[in-house]
């Protein structure tokens, strides 16, 4: 258990905690806990819940990350990517329904930490994570025109199509003040960023919105239109359970515990990078599944790790854990204290945020970088993608999985079939010979979703060893997205600590997706390869330069 579970702040706290660390982490969670405020009552909105459960999961959940999790920085509480399921779940199970399918999807996260099986993430292909979360992405969307045009729909269907003939036929009775509050919002929030960073666009919109509507007595819907008045206080609730039925409530559970385990570890992953750390995959997955089993008896709703808010917890000095708490006693501070005021808000502006999130979500230009490489990654994000927007998520990311592995192994049989056009030529025996600003590192077989991220992280730590890395591709017959895209992350680590990066032995199919990808672009044409006599005759003159450039500064 001692190996699996060790949480980061108990780390943090025995390494030594300066008051210069908690003043920035001070500083970093009130931030993060005012960019919380409104995502975590929008999102509440929006999965068909009262807002104050949004706080609720902020608050609760946000804390028991913080203080259990395996990252420094991991901002944990709702998110936009589970509106689609608990709406789905409350319409079909009613909130007890919820409460319980939470409540076990967090033991169910519980189990995969002490499993061990944090680092499965590195399974999901790149395609497949893309596919369902621009799916998702639309959904939120589509979810918010009835709000974002004021339009006069008693009951919106849940499926996805029959929702836009509804918008259709009501499009006539659209509210213009809606539309302009929606509006408006929108364009705070993306032209805030160029004026402050401390300050949100989101809550300047909130204020703003609220008090426009409020002054001049605007006809929109507000919160108090569906909810009526919000409660700013905790109490524990306890759902009828009936045990003959909880197999019913393993599916969502699981779509809960896999969406939350993606979500939370590819969070904890960009934060690394953002950092230079390395997150317990295995302990944040212990961390989440407590949170998601605590949190429901509050009133919350299922949470996971949020990589914008964890991403502007770095941006703004959070670098322990206790940044997160901050981030949770602020927002409950606000709860109790403003929280009679939050019923005022318009459900137009809520939808304008929430309009930003899914554009933020929909990885268009990632999506779009995909359609252009292989066919078989393009009918992994392409299925996922019809199925997330069409069918159900759960369905969409077990399809993808089974789709991804069955196309990797067509791919495995047809690299028998497959003549290398290029062959190096082993000029060099005796690596020891090598100037030492070289490193030498070998890809051996194709850089694809399974292998990806041990190559990548191999590159990464070279790169504090040596100046310049030769990269042997002559056994690399294929590339998937999934690939590319860790290839290219290492690449920019790389590049921004100055180590300089040659290729040899690419083949044509490969090269092709380089070039794609932008990385033929990222390491210089010019240091690409056919065979590695001639990408060794290079480095070593560009070694020869780092020398006489060394010597002369």
């Known amino acids: 258990m001692n190996s ?45 819940v009262s807002p104050d459960k949004g706080l609720i999961t902020a608050v609760v959940a946000g804390l028991l990350v913080s203080v259990l999790g395996g990252s420094r920085v991991q901002i944990a509480g709702p998110t936009g990517a589970f509106i689609v399921i608990v ?30 099986l944090g680092t499965l993430l590195k399974y999901f292909p790149h395609p497949l994570v893309v596919g369902f979360t621009s799916g998702i992405a639309l959904v939120i969307f589509s979810t918010q025109v009835k709000d974002a045009l004021g339009l006069q729909i008693e009951k919106v269907p849940s499926e996805f199509i029959h929702k836009w003939s509804a918008y259709f036929g009501k ?87 896999l969406l939350g385990a993606i979500e939370s570890l590819l969070s904890a992953v960009v934060s690394d990078g953002m950092i230079g750390s390395n997150h317990r995959s295995n302990t944040e997955l212990i961390a989440q599944g407590v949170a998601n089993v605590v949190t429901p008896f509050f009133g919350g709703i299922p949470a996971t790790g949020a990589i914008a808010r964890t991403a502007t917890n770095v941006k703004n000095g959070g670098r322990t854990p ?57 009918l992994v994000l392409l299925t996922t993608f019809f199925l997330t927007v069409l069918v159900d998520l759960t369905v969409a990311i077990e399809v993808g999985v089974v789709l991804s592995a069955i196309l990797f192994m067509k791919r495995m049989a047809d690299m028998g079939k497959v003549i290398p056009e290029r062959v190096d030529s082993d000029v060099i025996d005796d690596y020891s010979k090598l100037p030492p600003e070289i490193g030498i590192y070998e890809i051996s077989g194709p850089l694809f979703f399974a292998s990806a991220k041990e190559y990548c992280e191999v590159l990464k730590s070279m790169g504090i060893k040596n100046k310049l890395i030769i990269i042997r591709m002559r056994h690399v017959p294929f590339v998937d997205a999934t690939g590319l895209h860790n ?12 180590t300089l990066v040659v290729l040899s032995g690419v083949n044509d199919v490969v090269c092709e997706d380089l070039k794609k990808s932008g990385i033929h672009e990222m390491v210089g044409k010019e240091n690409i390869f056919p065979s590695f006599d001639l990408a060794l005759a290079a480095a070593t003159t560009m070694a020869e330069n780092m020398r006489k450039k060394k010597k002369s500064a």
């Open 4 to 48: 699996v579970f060790k949480p980061k702040l108990f780390s943090v706290l025995k390494e030594g905690y300066t008051r210069k660390k908690l003043s920035s982490d001070l500083m970093a969670g009130i931030v993060v806990g005012i960019v919380a405020l409104p995502l975590a009552i929008a999102f509440a909105v929006a999965s068909g």
């Open 87 to 116: 709406y789905g779940i409350i319409e079909k199970y009613g909130i007890d329904g919820l409460i319980i399918s939470t409540v076990l999807a967090g033991f169910l996260l519980i189990i995969f930490g002490l499993l061990r």
């Open 171 to 257: 499009i006539s009775t659209f509210n213009i003040y809606a539309v302009a509050i929606t509006a408006v919002t929108i364009l705070l929030i993306l032209f805030t960023k160029r004026i402050t960073v401390k300050v949100p666009g989101s809550i300047i919109a909130i204020i703003l919105g609220t008090a426009a509507v409020q002054l001049f007595n605007l006809p929109v819907n507000t919160i108090e239109t569906f909810f009526g008045e919000i409660p700013n206080t905790f109490h524990l609730e306890f759902p009828k359970i009936d045990f003959e039925k909880i197999g019913y409530y393993f599916e969502p559970a699981l779509t809960i515990a």
């Open 322 to 378: 206790v940044a997160g708490i901050m981030h949770a006693v602020t927002l409950l501070l606000i709860m109790l204290f403003f929280g009679k005021w939050v019923k005022l808000i318009p459900m137009s502006v809520l939808a304008g945020i929430l309009i930003v999130v899914a554009y933020n979500m929909s990885e268009w230009r990632t999506f779009r970088s995909i359609l252009k490489g292989s066919v078989f990654d393009i």
């Open 487 to 498: 290839f290219k992350g290492a690449l920019r680590i790389l590049k921004d600590s100055g």
